[in-house]
Each structure stands twice: as C-alpha cells, then as structure tokens.
C-alpha cells in the first residue's frame, strides 16, 4: 500500500509539472515591416484545440494584451497575441498610439492585411485544429476584428471587447461570414451615439450574423484593471462587465466551435 500511496504523488506531481501554459515567441513579417507574437497553449495536451487570435489596445503589444491570450490558453485554447505596429512599440501616451493605430487603419485594405498576418502564424501552428479559429479585440483590436469579418477571414467568430465600430462597407454586404459579437460599454465617449447606430444598421443591411450587448453606465477600456494608470477621463474599469464579457464570449466560443 505505501508503494501504491507514493507511485499515486508521483503520478499527481509529474502531471503537475506537465500541464503548464507554455508561451514561444514568433517574428513574422508583413511586406516590409517586421513584427513579433506570442503564442500560448495548454501543454497538458498534444490535440488540436481551437485558435483564438488577441489583437491588442492602441498602445501596443502590451503585457495586457499577452495576459488575456494567457488566460484563453488557461480555457484550453491555443491563443495569438498578434503584433500590429511592429518594431516592438508600446506606449501610455495617448497622442503617439493615434498615430501609429492611424498609420494601420488609414487603408482598410492594409489594415485587413496586417491582421491577416498575425492570423496566419495562428492558423499554421500545428496546435491548432483545423477551421476552429476566432479572433477577439480590445479597442483598436476590437476594431481590426470587425475589419477581419468584413473581409470574411477564415473564422468562425470574432468578438470586440470595448472597440471602436467601424460601419460594414457596402461592399461586404452579403459576404461576412464569420459571427460577430459586440460587447460595448454604453457610457463610451469615444463612440458617439450615431456612430454605434450607423454601426447596427450597416450589420443589418449586410445581413450578417451579429449581436452586439450593452453595459449600462460603462465607459472605454472596460476590461482592462489597470487602465486609470493612463489618466483619461473616459478610460475605467468596471469589474462586472469585465467579467461579464468574459462569460460571454466563452459561450460564444462554445456555440461556434461546437460545429
């Protein structure tokens, strides 16, 4: 019996040192620009598991951003956290992150395509299980994952998390074939009442698949603890939409890949 009792914390204590969140670090390109990810997966499994690509904030690549592709990892997700400044750049500085998100987002086309990039060392990985890919976003993000479903990126879903929300173009009416899920603080200055209804009525006029939620009294960057670090009015967390849109967008991920 005292063999079986120590063979038993062996096993416990080897799969413990196993079944750990394992991160590796990637540099790919876009045309000229050079930019590096993150990838994070659950090593407590060799399967294929579904592919969720992070797009982060406009101040960069930061550790929030690689803390939630963490934390899909820790859901038993393989997670990307895609780069789309390139050059390493991260800022608090409001002004310098409009300029460079303005450097992406000027040409929609371009914009898509930078997305793409960071997608694809997603959909290569051999983690990942084949045509089980979504994207989620935080605002500029949310923004380059709503852009993704215009351009009907080889997803299942995508959900914005406090993003901006740019209208469908009508090109695209017909065409989105990924979900879309909105999770939108209701008390968000940086999206003005009309904008968020040109927004609703463009995805109706596409005929897309869509669902956009409301927090009522809830401001920009919602999600993230550590936003008032940044000094903007119209930046602040609020711990139940935080979770809230957490849940959510597990059980939109449940409904999408059950198929």
Excluded at 13 to 42: M, N
Excluded at 94 to 123: C, I, K, N, S, Y
Excluded at 171 to 179: A, L, S, T, V
Aim: a negative charge; one cysteine or more; aromatic letters at 10%.
């Amino acid at each position: 019996m005292p063999k079986l009792i120590s063979l038993l914390c062996l096993l416990a204590i080897t799969t413990s040192v196993q079944a750990e969140i394992q991160t590796k670090t990637i540099a790919y390109k876009d045309e000229g620009t050079a930019l590096t990810g993150h990838l994070y997966w659950d090593d407590a499994t060799t399967d294929p598991r579904p592919g969720v690509l992070v797009v982060h904030e406009w101040w960069g690549l930061n550790e929030y951003a690689t803390q939630r592709a963490r934390m899909l990892a820790e859901l038993g997700y393989v997670a990307f956290a895609a780069d789309m400044y390139g050059g390493d750049r991260v800022t608090k500085d409001a002004e310098q992150a409009g300029e460079w998100m303005q450097e992406v987002t000027v040409d929609p086309e371009l914009w898509r395509q930078r997305a793409a990039a960071g997608l694809h060392q997603l959909e290569t990985s051999a983690l990942v299980a084949s045509g089980k890919l979504a994207a989620i976003g935080y605002c500029f993000g949310g923004g380059t994952v709503l852009q993704m479903a215009y351009g009907n990126a080889p997803l299942k879903g995508v959900v914005s998390f406090h993003g901006s929300l740019p209208a469908a173009p009508e090109e695209f009416w017909g065409k989105i074939g990924p979900r879309i899920l909105v999770l939108h603080g209701q008390a968000d200055t940086f999206v003005a009442p009309e904008v968020a209804a040109n927004f609703r009525t463009k995805l109706e006029a596409a005929d897309a698949n869509w669902e956009m939620d409301l927090y009522g009294g809830v401001r920009h960057s919602f999600t993230n603890p550590k936003v008032g670090e940044y000094g903007i009015e119209n930046l602040k967390y609020d711990a139940q939409a935080d979770a809230r849109s957490w849940t959510r967008m597990q059980a939109f991920f449940d409904e999408i890949f059950a198929d």
